[in-house]
């Protein structure tokens, strides 16, 4: 169980709870303001169009659409690459499928087949195997192989998606890449953009979770692809307007807050290893998450504790604790202090 801490009067001085939790910085917002802007659903804002043709030409792929949310981005492509009745394989802890009430299924009439996670965050070939369906009208019409990376804060083995999407591939499916968190994927592995999304048709990229923009996410595939996504943006309402003044914190961000991502996978390890020493349970982190178990007596008692030193963090059984732009080394300090005290009562 876990308190509901959702909405805040005041701004808490360390905030755990995710990494969207980030406020643009000073020269982020001197670049929105700056911004040249036009009316992008006739395609005429400079900046949104400066920045697709940059997300696109860093990752190769032929094309980019700016959206201003991970769950409209992913929807649309769920969308541009599946119709009615058809299916897509999916993990039971996928985003798509978890948390995003269901979207495919709701507004895009496409059945998912979830299936189990490993640990690492991958889903078996053998299991891939077995739930793709023949071609007779008994089933659905398997279209599309959907993964995340990073999931849960762990990265994909690049092997891994190697041989999946080939496998994919192979039996006439397409690959989307659910990346909200990629460039921490990509930064942890040490490989160029194009490395990491090798293997995928498409791929959802956030610039709100790490980066640290106040919203967007960008949607990379074909030409043809992006034709499709962009006639599902206008149907979902999200055709913007002067979207410039937002597409600039982007733009801001891909040059500013990539290589620093390396200090929030730092400050997690960091961290996991206070929180282990003091003989808590504690995940060993990937990128810029911290898994911790919580006994479940200590749970609104540690949240009440750490709240009223100004810190917020969403605390349950399995906590999950999100380095991010706005927490210095300092701050870890701080929290490994403040569960520290907590344990000594
Ligand atoms: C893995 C993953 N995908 C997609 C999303 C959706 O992004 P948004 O909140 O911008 O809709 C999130 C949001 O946290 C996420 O964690």
């Known amino acids: 169980m876990s308190v ?130 023949p071609d007779d009208l008994h089933f659905a019409r398997t279209r599309l192989l959907a993964l995340e990376n990073t999931i849960n804060g762990r990265v994909l083995p690049l092997e891994y998606q190697r041989r999946v999407t080939a496998w994919a591939h192979a039996h006439g499916l397409a690959t989307h890449l659910d990346g909200a968190r990629l460039f921490n994927a990509m930064v942890k592995l040490g490989v160029d953009e194009r490395t990491v999304v090798a293997g995928y048709d498409s ?41 410039g003044v937002i597409a600039a914190a982007g733009l801001y961000a891909l040059q500013h807050h990539v290589a620093r991502l390396a200090d929030d996978h730092a400050h997690a390890a960091l961290l996991a290893d206070g929180l282990s020493g003091l003989g808590l349970s504690v995940e060993d982190p990937q990128t810029n998450m911290v898994y911790v178990d919580i006994p479940p007596a200590s749970v609104q008692d540690l949240q009440r504790h750490l709240a009223a030193r100004g810190i917020l963090a969403l605390i349950g059984e399995r906590t999950r604790l999100v380095t991010h732009l706005d927490v210095p080394r300092t701050a870890v300090h701080a929290t490994v202090r403040a569960f520290g005290e907590f344990l000594a009562r």
Not at 84 to 106: I, K, N, S
Not at 223 to 233: D, G, K, N, Q
């Open 4 to 133: 509901s801490l959702h909405s805040l009067a005041v701004p808490a001085a360390i905030d755990l709870r995710s990494d969207t939790v980030t406020r643009p910085t000073r020269d982020m917002r001197a670049a929105m303001a700056a911004a040249e802007v036009g009316d992008d659903v006739y395609g005429d804002d400079p900046t949104v169009n400066r920045l697709q043709s940059v997300i696109a030409e860093r990752f190769g792929f032929e094309a980019a659409l700016y959206f201003v949310t991970g769950t409209q981005s992913n929807l649309a492509a769920l969308m541009a690459h599946c119709g009615r009745g058809d299916e897509y394989l999916v993990g039971q802890e996928a985003h798509t499928y978890l948390y995003e009430q269901g979207g495919a299924a709701v507004l895009g009439s496409i059945q998912p087949q979830p299936l189990d996670n490993e640990p690492d965050g991958t889903i078996a070939l053998s299991r891939l195997e077995r739930a793709l369906k």
């Open 203 to 243: 791929v959802s990229l956030c610039l709100s979770k790490g980066l640290g923009a106040p919203a967007g996410t960008m949607l990379l595939g074909s030409a043809a692809f992006i034709a499709r996504a962009l006639r599902w943006r206008k149907a979902l309402g999200g055709g913007l307007r002067q979207a």
